[in-house]
């Protein structure tokens, strides 16, 4: 890649539109100098952005609107256009690619500003354009580089390169992970890391795993399975002795001191043993065959306490059922007692019941003939009252009707008097605002007057002065021109002028012209004095006018005129509040004969309605009376047969009501049914209690519940001591279950942990004596390759004397990595030293070529690159004059026949040295470039 053409326009500190041409030089190797920050830098980062779409330094990774130029006006597009060439074999292709960075520019409608997107433009060889969204992977491709890489090679910072010769070996691994890919073997360490951690995360679930599960593995306590023997003894001697005699057997094959010991080194162990856990599990087998065998023991004692206690119990229960039928029998004899002695009471109570629903029934019947009759009289009554009321409500409806007839004509001549002062009242009102405007120009109209002629008066009487004085200063003028001894005067003729007229010092300069102008200024000021008498004259007599026409529409009262020019007169002012208080009145009115009207029609309603409902209730009534006459008829009929057929005369049933409550019968039912169902329940009861009994007699409860409490307390002592041996076995054989088949598994992965860490140690240089990583290891063979090209420059460029070297391996991992740290070995003193100790100079020069070779083993990596461009900035100024001249000179041997360096450098002596050069200077429009060509 050659670059043969950069355009850039208001981008960085380039405001216009600037060209530069890479062909034009002569030499291969050429100077790009100017004041700091003139922008030289500045060119290079244009490469970089057209290619890459970012900015050329490490720091300044500018991409978007910050690259826009502050020396352009926001309306101009920036853009970097650059062509350059790549060969392909012996042809040469060329590309042009143009950038717009993200930037401000001003909207199309309106105003202000908006925020335009970035675009690429890629034209090939052939004349098309590449699609913009693959450009960007299109020029990578063409270049062969990535922008990373293309710093490395294409532009040489002394500042970074300084930093490189200087780094540490733990920063060069990081630039040359970036630059020769090595980060496989950083990979591979990370992945040993990786598997050695995932390894004692499955230990420490393992370990987790075998602690939780042994802290549930039960261990018996002798001490207390002793005493529990001898309880056991006391309460069945021939079977707990059978037990005992077991138990001791079994206890024998379990050295339980031993596994408590590797139960509490296991739980409390920080890393795994898998020794400690094959050693408890041996004995945890023991263990769990004894338990099942003492289980076994313990459930036939229980099964034989069970059997007793369940015949005990049986006992019991058919004893407690047989006493409760002996207690039922005697309180159904109790009962049945009661109710034969309440028997009479019940049978009166039967008979009353029946004659205080018979009275009330006829009662109810004697009221609804009542109710009928008192219907009929009170319909009678209601009639003929309101009959003799309709006269009376017929006259008050007519009555109103008339007075809201009337209330409605008053309203009528309200509103239309109304009407008429609000017309008027209207118009008054906008003439008094007429009348306030006419005021007003008038007044202003007589002051203009005024000003003018004021201003009329001193522009004449300045004229008259300066006319008079124009006059007088003829007869000097006369006197300086004409009158000369011995010469006849213009006027008299005499030739003796013994006082000629001199001219005064402030009269020197008046003319004719001056006269003229000043006698225009009065006639202008005369004119506008006249016009404004016009203006005011008018105004005054529109003014007049309107009063007339105020004074008509308010009939006549006021004053006949207002003066030319005053404000409004006290009657004018009298006239408008006396207009809007006969509107006000008006409206008042209209508004009470609104309301008056209102009322007298909602009163003729009422008394409409009124009349309307007394009619209709006198037809009602009429209507209904025959109807209410039949039903009482018929109601007084129904209570004459109820008494026949209940056959119970008036006077009996009225004191029956009058004695008892009609709910007395209610309550004297639910007595008699009470004691219906209490005397069948007692007879049912004994029936039942001595047929059950039959001929067996009443047991003793109390020694049958001891004997079957007894035996049910010996049954639940021998069931827990079941359970806990079931529960103690169960729990220790699941842990057994559950650890043992894993054991291998567990085994292997402890092996495979010991083999990763071992690994991982060495290539990871934790080793002690050996700090250096494999990557080191590695990347020390891209700096050898790195160094024998450096060595070349360095060498020339320090005439022989240094050279950089590695440092000895056998040095590189004692105490920390340092297998990529430089030294500098001086061929004349033959002793190797620090890189740190060389001078500002030597220092340039070693990052110089440190920097060369890195660039050349780029290249020699990347296959298929064509990179003819390098840019070198700054740094010469601390070499002398020979340092300065071989470094040139071993550039202008890089450079070769096609290959183009450009120096970015302020140092004079170079300026002087250089012959081709392109010139950046800056100013108030940005800045500019100009090729000076050997």
């Not at 290619?51 to 990774?61: D, I």
């Not at 047989?322 to 008979?351: G, N, P, Y």
């Not at 017309?423 to 120009?441: G, I, N, P, S, Y």
């Not at 700096?783 to 460029?797: G, P, T, V």
Request: glycine residues 6%; charged residues 30%.
């Amino acid at each position: 890649m050659k670059p043969l053409r950069l355009t850039i326009q208001a981008f960085g500190s380039y405001g216009k539109r600037t060209e530069i041409d890479f062909t034009k030089p002569n030499q291969n190797v050429f100077l790009i100098s100017g004041d700091t920050g003139a922008g030289k830098t500045t060119i290079f980062d244009a490469i970089v952005f057209a290619l890459y779409g970012e900015a050329s330094s490490a720091v300044n990774k500018k991409s978007g609107q910050e690259l826009q130029s502050q020396y352009a006006d926001q309306a101009l597009t920036p853009y970097v256009e650059l062509t350059f060439s790549e060969r392909k074999g012996d042809a040469e292709a060329l590309y042009t690619v143009q950038r717009v960075p993200q930037h401000m520019r001003p909207v199309r409608r309106g105003s202000g500003m908006t925020k335009a997107h970035g675009t690429v433009s890629l034209i090939m060889p052939d004349g098309t354009e590449y699609p913009q969204k693959e450009a960007n992977q299109k020029l990578e491709e063409i270049i062969g580089l990535t922008k990373q890489q293309f710093m490395q090679v294409a532009m040489i910072a002394q500042g970074e390169f300084m930093d490189l010769l200087r780094a540490s070996s733990d920063k060069k691994k990081e630039i040359f992970r970036r630059l020769f890919h090595t980060e496989i073997y950083q990979n591979i360490v990370d992945e040993l890391l990786k598997r050695r951690r995932d390894r004692e995360r499955e230990i420490a679930r393992i370990r987790t795993a075998c602690q939780t599960e042994i802290s549930h593995v039960r261990l018996p306590d002798q001490t207390a399975e002793k005493k529990s023997a001898e309880t056991e003894a006391e309460k069945k001697p021939a079977e707990t002795q059978a037990e005992e005699i077991l138990r001791q057997n079994i206890w024998k094959q379990v050295d339980f001191e031993q596994m408590q010991t590797l139960q509490k080194r296991i739980l409390q162990a920080d890393h795994f043993s898998i020794t400690d856990l094959e050693q408890f599990l041996e004995q945890l087998k023991i263990l769990c065959a004894a338990q099942k065998q003492q289980e076994q023991a313990y459930k036939k004692g229980y099964e034989a306490a069970n059997q007793d206690y369940l015949e005990k119990r049986d006992a019991f229960l058919a004893a407690q059922e047989l006493a409760q039928r002996f207690s039922e029998l005697k309180e159904a004899k109790m009962v049945l007692a009661e109710c034969a002695a309440q028997e009479t009471d019940m049978q009166a109570h039967i008979r009353l019941i029946a004659e205080i629903r018979s009275a009330y029934e006829i009662k109810a019947v004697r009221v609804r003939a009542a109710d009928a009759s008192q219907a009929v009289t009170q319909a009678s009554e209601k009639k003929a009252a309101w009959q003799s009321r309709l006269p009376e409500l017929r006259e008050a409806a007519a009555q109103a009707e008339m007075r809201a007839k009337e209330a409605a004509d008053r309203q009528t001549e309200a509103a239309a008097s109304y009407t008429i002062v609000k017309t008027r009242a209207d118009r008054a009102q906008k003439l008094f605002d007429e009348v306030r405007k006419a005021e007003k120009k008038a007044a202003d109209a007589k002051q203009k007057y005024i000003d003018t002629a004021a201003a009329y008066q001193q522009i004449q009487s300045e004229y008259e002065q300066l006319r008079m004085r124009y006059l007088n200063a003829q007869a000097g003028l006369l006197a300086r021109e004409q009158l000369q001894p011995g010469k006849p005067c213009p006027v008299c003729g005499s030739t003796d002028h013994p006082n000629p007229c001199v001219l005064s010092e402030e009269d020197r300069g008046l003319t004719r012209e001056m006269l003229d102008q000043a006698q225009r200024r009065a006639s202008d000021a005369r004119d506008r004095q006249e016009k404004a008498a016009q203006t005011s004259h008018a105004a005054g007599v529109l003014l007049r006018q309107t009063i007339g026409e105020v004074q008509e529409i308010t009939q006549g009262s006021g004053q006949d005129e207002a003066d030319n020019g005053n404000s409004c007169s006290p009657d004018i002012a009298f006239l408008e509040q006396k207009t809007k208080a006969e509107l006000t009145a008006a409206l008042a009115e209209k508004q009470k004969q609104d309301q008056a009207a209102l009322t007298a029609k909602e009163t003729a309603e009422k008394n409409r309605t009124e009349l309307e409902q007394a009619e209709a209730l006198v037809y009602h009534l009429e209507q209904e009376l025959p109807s209410l006459e039949a039903r009482s008829a018929e109601r007084e009929q129904e209570y004459r047969q109820i008494l026949r057929d209940r056959k119970m005369e008036e006077a009996v049933w009225r004191k029956i009501t009058d004695s008892y409550e009609q709910s007395s019968a209610a309550r004297m039912q639910k007595t008699v049914e009470a004691w219906q169902v209490k005397k069948a329940a007692a007879e049912g009861k004994q029936e039942v209690a001595e047929k059950a009994i039959g001929t067996r007699q009443e047991p003793d409860l109390t020694a049958v519940k001891e004997a079957a409490e007894r035996a049910g307390i010996y049954a639940k002592e021998r069931q827990e001591a079941l359970e806990e041996i079931h529960s103690d076995a169960e729990m220790n054989g699941s842990v057994l279950r559950r650890l043992l088949p894993g054991l291998e598994k567990r085994r292997a992965v402890m092996e495979e942990h010991t083999r990763i860490t071992e690994l991982y140690q060495i290539l990871s240089g934790n080793v002690s004596g050996g700090r250096m990583d494999i990557e080191t290891y590695v990347q020390r063979y891209y700096l050898e390759s790195i160094l024998n090209s450096a060595n070349q420059r360095f060498l020339e460029m320090s005439g022989g004397q240094f050279e950089l070297r590695m440092l000895d391996l056998e040095k590189a991992g004692v105490g920390k990595n340092r297998g990529l740290d430089l030294t500098v070995f001086s061929h004349i003193t033959g002793q190797e030293r620090e890189v740190r100790t060389l001078s500002g100079g030597e220092s340039f020069m070693a990052a110089l070529s440190l920097a060369l070779g890195m660039a050349d083993q780029i290249r020699a990596n990347a296959a298929g690159i064509n990179l003819d461009i390098m840019f070198i900035d700054e740094g010469f100024g601390s070499l002398d004059d020979r340092a300065r001249d071989q470094a040139v000179r071993v550039l202008q041997e890089m450079a070769g026949g096609s290959r183009m360096i450009g120096i970015i450098s302020h140092v004079t002596e170079l300026q002087q040295e250089m012959e081709d050069q392109l010139l950046v200077t800056r100013d108030e429009d940005g800045s500019h470039v100009q090729w000076k060509i050997s």
